[in-house]
């Protein structure tokens, strides 16, 4: 379980404050205007922003101390999720560990992008780009799972085929995920629990 105890974050003249639970599995979906805080409570749950107070609990251990390393936590950003200067391949296997190539090909064939393994970044368009990004993130060790708008480049048909996988990836290898998003058919299609912030 992911326990979010009265944390209160300090951006400029705003104070964000959250106080939630989340169950181990679970997908929830965070949504809210834009400015509200969704994307600062992901960073500070990964440890790119430190908060003013307050604790992340994760299976009772506290977390919000750590080093990003540390943390059992695999974050997606919005943008900059690639390294420009090794391969697709390259960039899907950091981090990954007992992942074979066979594994990568066959979610890389699910999301439509096995042709693009052995580019590079650049010759990529932005829904690859993000695709390849996901792909990573899902695949890597951690529990627990950060996605600041992930289908934000893809159209709706890749968007569901996208989402589909996220979710079985999800369920198979336990994973507890949160994923921001402005899309209403996110939260159809893979919440458990949906926020308004």
Request: proline share 3%.
């Amino acid at each position: 379980m992911l326990e979010i105890n009265q944390l209160n974050i300090q951006l400029g003249n705003h104070s964000l404050n959250y106080h939630r639970q989340i169950a181990t599995s679970a997908i929830v979906t965070l949504q809210g205007i834009s400015g509200v805080g969704k994307s600062s409570l992901l960073l500070c749950i990964a440890g790119f922003i430190k908060a003013q107070s307050g604790s992340i609990l994760w299976h009772g251990k506290d977390i919000s101390q750590m080093e990003v390393e540390q943390r059992p936590v695999a974050m997606l950003f919005q943008e900059n999720n690639l390294f420009e200067h090794i391969s697709v391949l390259q960039n899907v296997r950091l981090g990954l560990v007992n992942t074979s190539d066979e594994d990568i090909l066959q979610s890389a064939k699910q999301l439509q992008i096995a042709e693009q393994l052995h580019k590079m970044p650049a010759q990529l368009s932005g829904g690859q780009r993000q695709r390849v990004g996901i792909l990573r993130t899902l695949l890597r060790p951690e529990p627990l799972i950060l996605l600041d708008e992930p289908f934000a480049e893809l159209d709706n048909l890749t968007r569901e085929i996208t989402a589909d996988w996220v979710a079985q990836i999800a369920l198979s290898r336990n994973k507890t995920l949160i994923l921001v998003t402005h899309q209403q058919e996110d939260v159809e299609k893979l919440a458990t629990q949906n926020w308004l912030l």
